[in-house]
């Protein structure tokens, strides 16, 4: 199989000089791209800015926004017959991206306003046909219920629920749900290990 995976943040740029963003690591996706590749699958990595190199063997497209995921994510899709999409979209983005470096105004607030961003796994999932897509549920309350009800809005075959703790961490837990109303947990265990069992669990068992 080829398999689109999106790790790590985006970058939502104010200024020339400034952005939003958040703590993502890509380690966990970084990891499920390793773990396709030692199990035989052609892997695109579309990556937002991250510390860790790229497994050797994977093509690797790095991107900064969210747009510029969505663009490289839709430009691989045709070719792809999975996705995994562990990236940390950011929600949202600045309405405007100011030229110029924003300037302090003394001693006053400033408003930054901000528009959603496009919601990257359900436009894929959207056109997916037989293909199998796989998507991330990092809640704090109410996971099962959120998680399922994620899966359902965004048209996934798979969602992976995560608690808070696992964003940046070594080795964290994760439920896996499948649209047949099955449930697998796995775990606590280091990332490149839940990778490995998330991959062996979801394309071997999964839709073909
Ligand atoms: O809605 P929420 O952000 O919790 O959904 C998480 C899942 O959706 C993850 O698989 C993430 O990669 C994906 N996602 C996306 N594009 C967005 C937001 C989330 O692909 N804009």
Partial sequence: MRVLVTAGPTREAIDPVRFLSNRSSGRMGYAIAQALLAAGHEVVLVSGPVQITPPDGVLSVQVESALQMLDASLAAWPDCDAMFAV???????????????????????????????????????????????????????????????????????????????????????????????????????PKAELAVELVRYTLANGAD
């Fill in 87 to 189: 990236a940390a979209v950011a929600d949202y983005r600045p309405k405007q991206v100011s030229e110029q470096k924003l300037k302090r105004q003394e001693g006053e607030g400033q408003f930054l306003e901000l528009i959603p961003n496009p919601d990257i796994v359900a436009t894929l999932a959207a056109t997916k046909q037989q293909r199998l897509v796989i998507g991330f549920a990092l809640e704090s309350h109410h996971g099962l219920q959120h998680a399922r009800a994620k899966m359902q809005r965004k048209c996934l075959d798979v969602v992976v629920l995560n608690g808070p703790e696992a964003q940046g961490a070594a080795s964290s837990r994760m439920t896996i749900l499948k649209s047949d109303g099955s449930q697998h947990d796995v775990g606590p265990l």
